[in-house]
T-cell receptor, first 116, second 110 residues
Framework: ETGVTQSPTHLIKTRGQQVTLRCSSQSGHNTVSWYQQALGQGPQFIFQ???????GRGNFPPRFSGLQFPNYSSELNVNALELDDSALYLC???????????????FGPGTRLTVT | EDKVVQSPLSLVVHEGDTVTLNCSYE??????LLWYKQEKKAPTFLFMLTSSGIEKKSGRLSSILDKKELFSILNITATQTGDSAIYLCAVEVNAGKSTFGDGTTLTVKP
């Protein structure tokens, strides 16, 4: 158990719909990152939140957006769903400090999204 | 563009064998290299490497990093069927932002 939780576990949506995925970080972690993992591939970085602000973004369109809350939990929102959005969505939490100490990154169990 | 390449893509061995998984990388900013084991869903953290030449060990697993040649290896000795999984290598380029390889699928047969 990593202490990182995600909900829901599975989700089926129709093309064009919108979806919200949720993540609760490990205690003491102030940074959350979201990844998309398509079948047979490694996770692809979507974006990261640090202290409620987006702090880096991968090569994903603006219809992928997120939020981080004061308790460091987070949401990933995807609008106008496309078939290619079908994937496992992972969130990962870590600690970021001004001193640039490096901490491990722990993943949640993921949400399996299927778009039909 | 940051890139992490793992080899081999897949590997089939028998229980008791020793395996070596490879990870090479080209990134603009290196903070750490991470190894994960992925069985069903979430990648499970194995090792974080930041310094060259220092071996990290956990039971039958060990890993080492070469920052000059830009690669890392993950060794598993005396493999067991429970070691069957996808092994992911990632390079952390900023805190919490990692570039992943596509993984090595290891199958250990009884």
């Amino acid at each position: 158990e990593t202490g990182v939780t995600q909900s829901p576990t599975h989700l089926i949506k129709t093309r064009g719909q919108q979806v919200t995925l949720r993540c609760s970080s490990q205690s003491g972690h102030n940074t959350v990152s979201w990844y998309q993992q398509a079948l047979g591939q490694g996770p692809q970085f979507i974006f990261q939140y640090y202290r409620e602000e987006e702090n880096g973004r991968g090569n994903f369109p603006p219809r992928f957006s997120g939020l981080q809350f004061p308790n460091y939990s987070s949401e990933l929102n995807v609008n106008a769903l496309e078939l290619d959005d079908s994937a496992l969505y992972l969130c990962a939490s870590t600690r970021s400090t001004p001193g640039q100490l490096i901490y491990e990154q722990y993943f949640g169990p993921g949400t399996r999204l299927t778009v039909t | 563009e940051d890139k992490v390449v793992q080899s081999p893509l897949s590997l089939v061995v028998h229980e008791g064998d020793t395996v070596t998984l490879n990870c090479s990388y080209e990134v603009t900013n290196f903070r750490s290299l991470l190894w994960y084991k992925q069985e069903k869903k979430a990648p499970t953290f194995l090792f974080m490497l930041t310094s060259s030449g220092i071996e990290k060990k956990s039971g039958r697993l060990s890993s080492i990093l070469d920052k000059k040649e830009l690669f890392s290896i993950l060794n598993i000795t005396a493999t067991q069927t429970g070691d069957s999984a996808i092994y992911l290598c990632a390079v952390e380029v900023n805190a919490g932002k990692s570039t992943f390889g596509d993984g090595t699928t290891l199958t250990v047969k009884p």
